[in-house]
């Protein structure tokens, strides 16, 4: 079992931009370990990890921006309750890709980091 505490912890000491950088980086994970069937447990892993950082973030976030994380949250939640489903269809799991793939991008643009 994860120690949620120590790694909210550590992921707070960052500011926003670089929360929201770790937040892309866990959704281009699951796009990425999403083309092999074995990674069922990682990216479920991921994606429960991800909703913990949007809640950590939310908060330091401003009305626009804490509206996006949570329809993002919303999706990751969805995933979840559907994963068996999801992981054992082929398609739906490439969809599913895509998706992270999509919100990983808008997530990295909304950080700034890019522009640095």
């Not at 912890?9 to 670089?18: C, I, S």
């Not at 092999?36 to 429960?48: A, C, G």
Request: proline letters at 3%; aromatic letters at 8%; zero cysteines.
């Amino acid at each position: 079992m994860r120690d949620w505490v120590s790694l909210q912890k550590r992921y707070l000491r960052d500011e926003l931009p670089v929360r929201l950088g770790g937040l892309a980086a866990n959704l281009a994970r699951v796009k990425s370990f999403s083309d092999h069937p074995d990674h069922r447990d990682i990216v479920k892993n991921l994606l429960e990890e991800s909703k913990f950082f949007i809640e950590w973030t939310a908060p330091d976030a401003g009305v626009e921006l804490q509206a996006e994380l949570v329809n993002l949250q919303i999706q990751l939640a969805h995933w979840e309750l559907n994963w068996a489903n999801i992981w054992s269809d082929p398609v739906k799991r490439t969809g599913v890709a895509e998706q992270a793939r999509v919100w990983s991008e808008r997530i990295l643009e909304i950080s700034g980091l890019l522009r640095l």
